[in-house]
C-alpha cells in the first residue's frame, strides 16, 4: 500500500506511521523539518498544508492507496482571551489544511479506489470550555468528511475521534494559557497549569489508528476508551446538564 500521512512526524501520527511503514511505502508531510528528518524508512515531504499552491505542486500526481490526515494545533483559552489569529490558525490547520490535501489528492484516489481517515478528536462532537478554537475547527473538520463521503464512490471516507493521547499535544495546547495576563480565568488557568494531563499511550493510539486505516469501513470510530463514553453519553444526558456538569468543574 501506498500511503500518505499529514502531520506524521508527531503525535499519533508519528506512532501511525512508525507501524505502517514495516509493510507499507509510506510518505510523511510535516512542517516540522527536525522532526521529520529524524523519522527513518519512509518518504519525506517538508510541507505546510495550509499552503494551497505547494500542497497541489507536491502531491498532485502522486500515487496513494490511503491519506491520512493527522496535521493539526491546538491552544486553549477562553473565548475573550484568545486573538482572532489563534482561532484562524487553528481553522487554517485543522480544517482548510485537510481540504488542500484532499483535494490534490482525489485524482490519484479515484485510480486507487483509495481510502481517506481524517483524524478529528472527540472534540469535534462534544465541545469544552476553553477550547473553542480546536473544538471549532474540529466540528468544521467533522461536517466536512460527512459531505465527502456522501459524496464519493468507490473511495472510503472515514473518521477518527481520539480521546486525550499523551503525546504533549494536549500539554502543549493547555501551556498556551498562561500566555494570557490579567484575565478573568486566571485562577483557573493556574490551576489547569498544575494538573497533570492524562491520557492513553502513544503506541496504542498508533495501533489502533493503523488498524483503523487498513482495515476500518464504517464512517466513525472512537481509539480511546475516553473518547468512546463520551461519544455515547453526548447521545442520552441533556446540553443543559453537561453545562452544569462543566461550570461546577471550573469553580
Not at 478528536?121 to 469544552?128: C, D, K, M, N, V
Amino acid at each position: 500500500m501506498k500511503i500518505l500521512i499529514t502531520g506524521g512526524a508527531n503525535g499519533i501520527g508519528k506512532e501511525t506511521a512508525k507501524i505502517l511503514r514495516e509493510r507499507n511505502q509510506v510518505t510523511v508531510i510535516d512542517r516540522d523539518l527536525e522532526a521529520l528528518e529524524s523519522l527513518e524508512k519512509v518518504e519525506k515531504i517538508h510541507l505546510d498544508i495550509t499552503n494551497k499552491e505547494r500542497v497541489q505542486e507536491e502531491l498532485t500526481g502522486l500515487e496513494i492507496d490511503i491519506l491520512i490526515n493527522c496535521a493539526g494545533v491546538q491552544k486553549q483559552g477562553s473565548i475573550e482571551d484568545m486573538k482572532i489569529e489563534e482561532f484562524e490558525e487553528h481553522i487554517y490547520h485543522n480544517y482548510i489544511g485537510v481540504i488542500n490535501t484532499v483535494q490534490a489528492c482525489l485524482p490519484s484516489l479515484r485510480e486507487s479506489e483509495g481510502k481517506i481517515v481524517n483524524v478529528s478528536s472527540i472534540a469535534g462532537l462534544s465541545s469544552a470550555p476553553f477550547l473553542s478554537g480546536y473544538c471549532a475547527s474540529k466540528h468544521a473538520l467533522e461536517g466536512f468528511t460527512d459531505s465527502l463521503r456522501r459524496e464519493l464512490k468507490n473511495i472510503d471516507v472515514v473518521l477518527v475521534e481520539p480521546g486525550r493521547v499523551k503525546t504533549g499535544f494536549n500539554e502543549k495546547g493547555r501551556d498556551n494559557v498562561a500566555n494570557y495576563e490579567d484575565s478573568n480565568y486566571s485562577d483557573l488557568y493556574e490551576e489547569m497549569l498544575n494538573e497533570e494531563v492524562d491520557g492513553i499511550r502513544p503506541e496504542k493510539a498508533g495501533r489502533k489508528l493503523a488498524f483503523i486505516a487498513l482495515n476500518g469501513s464504517k464512517p466513525r470510530y472512537t481509539i480511546t476508551r475516553e473518547a468512546w463514553i463520551i461519544s455515547k453519553l453526548e447521545k442520552i444526558i441533556p446540553a443543559r446538564i453537561v453545562d452544569l456538569l462543566f461550570r461546577k468543574f471550573m469553580r
